[in-house]
């Protein structure tokens, strides 16, 4: 009998995955040949989705494209023998590396993920290993500058935070230096980019990337993601930012973008109505959630939410072991007989930090029984640029609140307030498995209660089902349906609740533990439905729907105009020559305008056409009279003047108009029902206007008419 013919494994689709920073930190030694690698820490639930799809996926081949954080040296202690950090600054140290070297890192990358891997787990993965990551090197002078406008600029801003204006010079710089921050990422994805090849980018870092990308690439079929991590602020906000637009049009490059949650996702949507012009459908996805089809740019953007996850199989994993166990067993020796409150931050204005324990405060205020018999273990970690003046201030308000709880509520004995600043780690594993964990956010994203949730299921050392008190501006919050909710501004509101979670029977506890369990995503479950997503847009039978209309390319235009010897231009007028205003009689051309069609039809190689839909009247009036070189189509083409022409050609002359007197009824009915609109008469064509009604009562009717 002939053998069995091999069977091939199904082909694999390529996912291009674009981080902020990979996640390692890299040394240098003295020389440029010795290096040193290391995990770091950050978006720990990006990491995990990094890692499911490098090692356990089989339906997809990822590539991973991040910069490479900033590169420090290191010196050897000749007396000990020890690599520590070179005190020098990085502003002086370009970091020059030859291709050989910047290759011989790469290759290094590479295995050290594997390596990595290895050591995580005891079995064999599923997924074949490829090498699979490709560094985006920014070896210049002052290397932190990459982070300037993301960190200094859009994070406040997204967080609700408006400092005052750093317009001028150095933001200016900043700007500069962000738009190059995308365009190293644009030029390293055409180096690794196939035909069919999907495209994911991640975070406020790479919010101009997606229309880069569109304009880069000359496929029509390019499908690119974006899931934003961060909150998307309410439009009042956001469009405080001077570079608003900008940040809008890059984004919208992407066929679908996700945000965390359903109101982040309904602030971008009203961010692009308000500064784009975009008009959008809403309506339910597979998840029964809010998504809406944002039609911009002569092209649909798909915006939805899609809650991330955790990798709950590895952080049990974690969470169990000899080394945590010795330390839950050593905190709850420590604190015998009492009830332990847990919060874990990072140490910035958006956290709540001082909320909580201004709450706190409350609570042994208003229940003086529970003074002695509760702890508040707050462990905040540090923020990257701990040394600024607002850190600084922040720290000192906290460490003040602390003194201040401790004197009054404590004893030589005991301090009702365990404060301590710590990096990341092992550690807080031990710290979510204890009995009441606050999170009191004034405004953040999501999943560090997942965790939490997560070793409360499966807890074996006298923790069953601990409450969760969540704060209502949470990502989160809208996911942990079931958990306490409470505006942290709100001291007595959360004094109450504290005092409400730590009364709940073993019984209440299973309940809501239970409840929450099921509500928690998994990191695996995320990464898929997203891929998912993104595969249905590519393969949709109405693809030229959703075809997308890149930004124009202004270098390749002006290399082109250069080289024609007869150009055709044909320009729109309400939108495009001037912007949209809600009243069309002041929609008049500016001074710069004029100028610049003068130029343009100065040459004798170009024609230059207005078609719109205004009339004949208002094109005369604003065009025709002052640049007779001008050919204007009125009313959408009834009526047309040709190049250098006085007179104009009807279209319609033979064409029955009876039917105006009908529609102008139903318009007028229309209008009456809708406060703000009304109707704009011409020869041909009638006009109904809603921009000054509200907005959703016009586009109501307007969908209707």
Known sequence: MPPLPKTRAPKRRRVINCVTQLPYKMQLGESNDDWKISATTGNNALFSSLEYLQFDSTEYEQHVVGWT?????????????????????????PLYLTKEQINGLTTTLQDHMKSDKEAKTDTTQTAPVTNNVHPVWLLRKNQSRWRNYAE?????????????????????????????????????????????????????????????????????????????????????YFRCLPRRKQILDGLVGANRICFQNESFSRHFVSSCKSLLDATAKKSKNSSNSDQYQVSVYGGDVLVDSLPIGVNTTQILKDAFTNDIDSKVLSIKQAYQNKKIIIGRDRLDSVRGVVQKLRAF?????????????????????????????????????????????????????????????LDPGRCILSLLRVQTYVKSQCRDGMIHCFGYVTVNRTCRLLCYGNPLILSEFSGSS??????IVVNPWDSVAVAKSINMALKLDKEEKSNLESKLWKEVPTIQDWTNKFLSSLKEQASSNDDMERKMTPALNRPVLLENYKQAKRRLFLFDYDGTLTPIVKDPAAAIPSARLYTILQKLCADPHNQIWIISGRDQ??????????????????EHGCFMKDVSCQDWVNLTEKVDMSWQVRVNEVMEEFTTRTPGSFIERKKVALTWHYRRTVPELGEFHAKEL
Do not use: C
């Open 361 to 421: 405060e409350t609570f042994l205020a208003m229940y003086p029984e529970w003074r002695d018999q509760v702890v508040l273990i707050q462990v905040s970690s540090p923020t990257a640029n701990r040394n600024s003046p607002q850190t600084i201030r922040l720290e000192q308000q906290v460490n003040e609140l602390v003194n201040s709880i401790n004197s009054e509520y404590g004893n030589l004995n005991f301090s009702p307030v365990q404060h301590t600043i």
């Open 617 to 634: 009247k208002f094109l005369n009036k604003w065009l025709g009279g002052k640049l007779p070189q001008l050919g204007l189509s009125a």
């Open 69 to 93: 954080g900033e590169i420090t040296r290191t010196e050897r202690n000749l007396f000990t023998r020890e690599a520590k950090e070179k005190p020098q600054d990085l502003d002086d140290d």
């Open 152 to 236: 200094k600029v859009i994070w406040p801003t997204f967080h609700y935070i408006l400092n005052p204006s750093n317009e001028g010079e150095q933001e200016k710089n900043w700007w500069y230096d962000y738009v190059k921050f995308n365009e190293a990422y644009a030029q390293k994805i055409g180096e690794v980019y196939r035909k069919g090849d999907i495209i994911w980018i991640h975070d406020y870092y790479l919010l101009l990337l997606p229309q880069l990308l569109r304009m880069k690439f000359n496929d029509e079929s390019i499908i690119i993601g974006y899931f934003h991590h961060a909150p998307w602020p309410s439009n009042e």
């Open 478 to 483: 809208n996911v942990l349906k079931d958990a």
